[in-house]
């Protein structure tokens, strides 16, 4: 499981349905990019502790960008941008998944549902 950071900031805002999730999941996949989305809302360095406390008690495996990645992640921007509007970050977390062949769990799947052999399972807040 490759779970997109959405249903990490709701687990965070303390919602059940994704604490279910969540723990279900453990140990799960993020990609780096789920983990700089994530680093990039904490509000002060006591929510990053705290995020970085669950990652590590969870046994999260982040998930490096390759050349492969960003190089999948390149085609499927070329590809869908203009049609589907795909954006780099979850193009990112896209090629991710499907190179690591790892279902997303994410609330977004309009961001990925376009993409072929892309496995989603879709999060319900």
Do not use: C
Request: charged share 20%; net charge positive; no cysteine.
């Amino acid at each position: 499981m490759l779970i997109d950071s959405d249903v990490l900031i709701w687990y965070m805002r303390g919602n059940e349905n994704a604490k279910r999730i969540v723990t279900k999941a453990i140990p799960f996949k993020i990609s780096v990019v789920s983990y700089m989305e994530l680093v990039q809302g904490m509000r002060d360095k006591k929510e990053l502790a705290l995020l970085k406390k669950y990652l590590k008690l969870w046994g999260v495996n982040i998930i490096q960008i390759t050349n492969e990645i960003s190089t999948t992640a390149m085609n499927f921007v070329e590809k869908y941008f203009l049609s589907n509007s795909m954006e780099l970050q979850d193009a990112l977390i896209a090629s991710t998944s499907l190179l690591h062949n790892e279902v997303i769990i994410t609330a977004n799947e309009k961001h990925y549902q376009f993409l072929p052999n892309i496995q989603i399972n879709k999060f319900i807040p």
